[in-house]
Nanobody, 119 residues
Framework: DVQLVESGGGLVQPGGSLTLSCVAS????????MYWVRQAPGQEIEAVAY????????YYPDSFRGRFTISQDTSKNNLYLEMSGLDVSDTAVYYC?????????????WGQGTQVTVS
């Protein structure tokens, strides 16, 4: 089955750090752009970070650059998101996604999400 499974969410204090993981299976991880996105209660889905299929290009919206780091281990089909300097406003469900092209609109595979609560 094609799936993405996130883990690593939890409760963290403001200013703290957390690392999320996402394990991919059932598709060719190395040919897909991988994404972390999040959705806070009552808010739209928001891009957090992208990484290219080759791992050589990463993208962060301004609000996350310098605080969050996306990485991947293609040998294990794992995607990671290291988060630091967390703020209450970072509370959200974080999802990993996969798509063949660089845009949220091309995400075709979604994980179930992992809750991050900063309090």
């Amino acid at each position: 089955d094609v799936q993405l499974v996130e883990s690593g969410g939890g409760l963290v204090q403001p200013g703290g750090s957390l690392t999320l993981s996402c394990v991919a299976s059932g598709f060719d991880f190395s040919t897909h752009w991988m994404y972390w996105v999040r959705q806070a209660p009552g808010q739209e889905i928001e891009a957090v970070a992208y990484i290219s299929s080759g791992g050589d290009v990463t993208y962060y919206p301004d609000s996350f650059r310098g605080r969050f780091t996306i990485s991947q281990d293609t040998s294990k089909n794992n995607l990671y998101l290291e988060m630091s300097g967390l703020d209450v406003s970072d509370t959200a469900v974080y999802y990993c996604g996969a798509g063949r092209y660089c845009s949220l609109s091309y995400i075709t595979i979604w994980g179930q999400g992992t809750q991050v609560t900063v309090s």
